[in-house]
């Protein structure tokens, strides 16, 4: 079974440009996430689709973050602009239903380096 | 509400055991458990529900305490593969899951020959 794919793997950006990451979950995983991970902490949500509708964002930084799900699929997790704080690892993960119970599957992350 | 974690960090020789805590001021419904290796993804473990059941495989196991809002993992005569970074992820609730998880700042595990 193919696991969460996700790319580009790493990419350094100059603060105030724009980047976009895009994350394929496990085939049939209804529940998608996209996490920050900063270096030496435990992953954050930032925001959870079931389907293709939007279930948590309360953590994303709206006025420089979107993501979208269209069709209930992929995914797409755009920052615009950048911040030298927004260097991180995004990853993305699917689950069957909600996270209530059910296994979070992780890809293996975007590297962000803002400089 | 983030889960805390301990201890931060623990270097172990091979064959020694190890455990982990992962503690919340909050009811908890749910604990996962996963180990990250430095630079990937991190891998899932187990999961614990509500009700202070305790899980194993191999050599690593978990229990959770409801009473005390806590869960710890045991890792019983480490191998070298058990080296990374351990995190919890918490989920709130009391009949219930919140379906919103939250991870722990992480455990670093380091095994020496």
């Known amino acids: 079974e193919a696991g969460v794919a996700q790319s580009p793997r790493y990419k350094i950006i100059e603060k105030r440009q724009s980047v976009a990451f895009w994350c394929n979950p496990i085939s049939g995983h209804a529940t998608l996430y996209w996490y920050q991970q900063i270096l030496g902490q435990g992953p954050k949500l930032l925001i959870q689709?079931?389907?293709?509708?939007?279930?948590?964002d309360s953590q994303l930084p709206k006025d420089r973050f979107s993501a979208e799900r269209l069709k209930g699929v992929d995914s797409t997790l755009k920052i615009q602009p950048a911040k030298l704080e927004d260097s991180a690892v995004y990853l993305c993960?699917?689950?069957?239903?909600?996270?209530?119970?059910?296994?979070?599957?992780f890809g293996e992350g975007s590297w962000l380096t803002v400089v | 509400q983030q889960p805390v974690q301990s201890p931060q960090a623990v270097i172990l020789r091979e064959g020694e055991d190890a455990v982990i805590n992962c503690s919340s001021s909050k009811a908890l419904y749910s604990v996962h458990w996963y180990r990250q290796k430095h630079g990937e993804a991190p891998v899932f473990l187990m999961i614990l529900l509500k009700g202070g059941e305790q899980k194993g495989h191999d050599k690593i196991s978990a229990s959770f305490n409801e009473k005390k809002q806590q869960s710890s993992l045991y890792l019983t005569a480490s191998q070298l593969s058990y080296s990374g970074t351990y995190f919890c992820?918490?989920?709130?609730?009391?009949?219930?899951?919140?379906?919103?998880?939250?991870f722990g700042t992480g455990t670093r595990l380091t095994i020496i020959p």
């Open positions: 689709f079931q389907n293709n509708g939007v279930v948590d």
């Open positions: 993960a699917s689950s069957l239903g909600t996270s209530s119970g059910n296994t979070i599957y």
């Open positions: 992820g918490t989920e709130l609730g009391s009949n219930f899951g919140n379906e919103k998880l939250t």
